[in-house]
Structure formats: C-alpha cells, structure tokens
C-alpha cells in the first residue's frame, strides 16, 4: 500500500460516523449491507450516510453495488488488511503488537529517546 493510499484511508476513518459505518460493514462481512440498513442501525440521515459512504468509496474502503432498488455496501477487506500491514511494518517495525510496546522508542521532554 503506498503512503498516499494510507493518508486518505486514516483521514476517512478519522471521523466518527464513518469509522462506525465501517466497523458495521466488516461486522456485515462479505455480503456488506443495504444503505437504509447501514442508516437504521446507526441513526445517521440518510443523505449524511450517503457523504460518508462517498468518502469511504473514495479512500477504497468500501465498494457498492446495486442490487434491486438497494445500494449494498461492503467492506474492502483487501483495503483493510494492507492498512493494517502498512501500519504494522512502518508503524510497528513489523513487530506484533505486543512485542511493539516493549520496542517503542520512549518519550522525553527532550523528544524521543530509543529503548534498550
């Protein structure tokens, strides 16, 4: 995943109401869920929905599809997992998360200052 790709995924999921329209559809799996769905469950109006779906599509997290009269829209598990991916080896030095605490550079008011 390039940096840019990174960028735009965390600044979409850097709000509120989309971070939880996306944590509802990789609740939904594959199948993703109907728009109407997506706003009943979380009590967003649908045309607010329908900004943060954009913004979502945009930064590749999600895709829709018509089905009927309905807009179905999933989760791009592909997307997520190459954030996750991205953000473990850049972030994390590719150490899991646990192991990434005790690697952490450690803080001080001087700026950071690397753990031994």
Do not use: W
Not at 26 to 37: D, I, L, N, R, Y
Not at 61 to 89: C, H, P, Q
């Amino acid at each position: 995943m390039e940096k840019i790709d990174v960028v735009a995924a965390l600044a979409a999921l850097a709000q509120d109401n989309r971070l939880d329209v996306f944590r509802l559809l990789v609740q939904a799996g594959q199948s993703g869920m109907p728009a109407g769905q997506v706003a009943e469950a979380l009590g967003v109006a649908p045309n607010t929905l329908s900004f943060h779906f954009d913004r979502l599509r945009h930064a590749g997290l999600v895709t829709v599809r018509r089905e009927g009269r309905s807009m179905i829209y999933a989760a791009r598990y592909d997307t997520m997992n190459a954030l996750v991916g991205f953000l473990t080896e850049n972030c994390c030095r590719g150490v899991p998360a646990e192991g990434a605490a005790k690697r952490a550079p450690k803080a001080t008011r001087k700026g950071v200052k690397e753990r031994a």
